[in-house]
């Protein structure tokens, strides 16, 4: 008898479309593991920071991403998982400005990316993986049961940030939130390595105007015959 493999359910996307708390809520409500991806680059980036290293020394950090002990751990009451970098709970320097820019700069070290592969892989356990990145369903888990390819306009990812940092009471314009991301669109489609796009086999939801809860059950319908 041949052994089914554990299911993985792929949400590949720009930065904006929702990926995140999209991906928390389907694997919590399939009772599935979770890998956010982003926060592995992020923790990299995070460790070069705190050894003082060049970003641009791409030994110095592959080496960095091959040593980096990155660990993640749900609290007992429930809060929000914590990301242990070196033993050390880093969870809010990970969510910062500095840390986004550090990970995408890191990111596009080919050596890099290839240090975190069997991390990411490792993930995969019973009953089932949601695995949240950009090159999910392309790259580390190409067999992937289920992919889906999340976007929302330009526009409205700019909406959504824009939200998100008056929250936090920074004074940014949209005209420069829209000008940055539709930058950065560009350039993720456009790297050599890993660039941003979905694999050919992706479902595409286009979540523009659309309430979480409903990409949510749109996602859960497409897993319907792997849960258990
Ligand atoms: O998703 P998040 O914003 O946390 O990712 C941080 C950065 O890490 C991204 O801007 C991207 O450059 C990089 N990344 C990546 N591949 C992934 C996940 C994240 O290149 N699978």
């Avoid at 792929?10 to 930065?15: A, L, R, V």
């Avoid at 995070?46 to 950090?61: C, I, N, P, Q, Y």
Wanted: net charge positive.
């Amino acid at each position: 008898m041949t052994r089914r493999p554990v299911p993985v359910l792929t949400i590949d996307g720009p930065s904006g479309s929702g990926k995140g708390t999209i991906s928390r809520r389907v694997a919590e409500a399939l009772g599935w593991h979770l890998l956010d991806s982003g926060a592995l680059y992020r923790a990299v980036g995070f460790a070069a920071g705190m050894e003082g290293l060049d970003l641009s020394d791409t030994e110095a950090v592959t080496r960095c991403a091959q040593t980096t002990r990155i660990g993640f751990r749900d609290p007992k009451d429930g809060g929000e998982t914590r990301v242990l970098v070196n033993g050390l709970d880093a969870t809010d320097e990970l969510r910062t400005e500095t840390c986004g820019a550090a990970a995408s700069a890191i990111a596009a070290i080919p050596a890099v990316r290839a240090a975190l592969l069997d991390k990411q892989r490792s993930f995969r356990k019973a009953p089932g993986l949601v695995a949240d990145g950009r090159d999910m369903g392309t790259v580390v888990f190409p067999d992937a049961e289920i992919k889906v390819f999340l976007t929302a306009s330009a526009e409205e990812r700019a909406r959504r940030r824009y939200k998100q940092l008056k929250e936090k009471g920074l004074n940014v314009t949209l005209a420069t939130l829209l000008r940055e991301i539709q930058a950065r669109d560009v350039r993720d489609a456009a790297r050599t390595v890993a660039p941003l796009r979905p694999a050919a086999d992706a479902v595409l939801i286009d979540s523009t105007g659309m309430p979480i809860e409903q990409v949510v059950a749109k996602v859960l319908e497409l897993a319907r015959k792997y849960r258990q």
